[in-house]
């Protein structure tokens, strides 16, 4: 690791409250600097040069977090070298990224393999525009398989029809659907001063939320969600208890749909119940105050 690194805590303010809280404080301290690494190793920049599909966390211009993906033929995304990540494919029509997908800006990605349950991630800053980037790699660390439903994606651009954008302050009745039925769902959350800083502890993250089928439980615009447990490192939740603003993914699989939510979280204090939320730790409501719905456009399928 970078001197540098070491100098500072891999963990910001608001993951460290949380891992104060929940005890693993000291031991996160002494892992971390191991465990999130300035590069990626060989295994991760081979695993990413696999995969069709690229999941996204970005700020628009007001600071507001938007999950997304990208997506291209397997080969489309190459690390040349180890702070470095290739990306030979620009956001998708439609997609709320794309206006903020730009030179010098701060970004979260997820490498998601589901049908192996692999997973990596990294954060880092756009170098480059259009459909030719690259990411320099800031922080880049792995995840394990838990939650992770095991569909294979596949690029299949004869497959897709033109996107049609649907906008609202509110859900729809389609969005509405698929987020009462989904298993899956991704979540880009942001310190608040990843727009500016350039100390990779303080970045943009995107990560992958999974449970049965209907686990995100839905009231009007507000959504309630469980946390189960995971690897205790809070990069999600830590961000979430310094800038509450975060984007959500939601995907139709069978039929390609995306619905992109712009929402304000809150850590609820209370306990779940046990018989409604079997296995959860927390939960964290979610109030929606902006909807995109994303009808074709999406050169993948889904199997299994």
């Known amino acids: 690791m970078h001197p540098a690194a070491t100098a500072?805590?891999?963990?910001?303010?608001g993951e460290r409250a949380l891992q104060q809280r929940t005890g693993v404080a000291a031991r996160l301290a002494e892992i971390g600097p191991r465990v999130l690494r300035d590069h990626m190793p060989q295994q991760h920049r081979e695993f990413f040069a696999l995969l069709p599909l690229l999941f996204t966390g970005t700020l628009d211009a007001q600071g507001q977090p938007w999950a997304s993906l990208l997506a291209g033929p397997p080969g489309f995304l190459s690390a040349p070298a180890p702070e470095l990540l290739q990306i030979a494919a620009g956001p998708l029509p439609g997609d709320p990224a794309a206006d903020h997908w730009n030179q010098g800006a701060a970004v979260g990605l997820l490498g998601l393999q589901a049908h192996t349950g692999r997973r990596n991630r990294l954060n880092?800053?756009?170098?480059?525009?259009?459909?030719a980037t690259a990411v320099r790699v800031g922080q880049s660390f792995g995840n394990c398989p838990k939650y992770i439903h095991p569909r294979e994606a596949e690029y299949a651009p004869q497959a897709q029809a033109p996107a049609q954008v649907h906008r609202s302050g509110q859900m729809d009745e389609p969005s509405l659907r698929i987020v009462r039925e989904a298993d899956t769902f991704f979540i880009a959350s942001a310190h608040p001063e990843a727009a500016v800083s350039q100390d990779p502890a303080r970045g943009v993250d995107v990560s992958h939320r999974g449970g049965p089928?209907?686990?995100v439980a839905v009231d009007g615009d507000r959504l309630l969600v469980p946390d189960y447990a995971g690897n205790t490192f809070f990069n999600t939740l830590g961000n979430l208890q310094l800038q509450a603003r975060c984007g959500l993914l939601f995907i139709d699989f069978a039929r390609g749909t995306r619905v992109h939510l712009a929402c304000r979280a809150q850590l609820l204090p209370d306990a779940p119940d046990p018989g409604r939320w079997p296995g959860a730790l927390r939960l964290l409501a979610l109030q929606v105050h902006e909807c995109v719905r994303i009808e074709g456009g999406l050169p993948l399928r889904w199997h299994g």
């Open 8 to 13: 500072r805590s891999v963990w910001h303010e």
């Open 124 to 131: 880092g800053w756009i170098d480059g525009t259009g459909d």
């Open 213 to 215: 089928a209907g686990f």
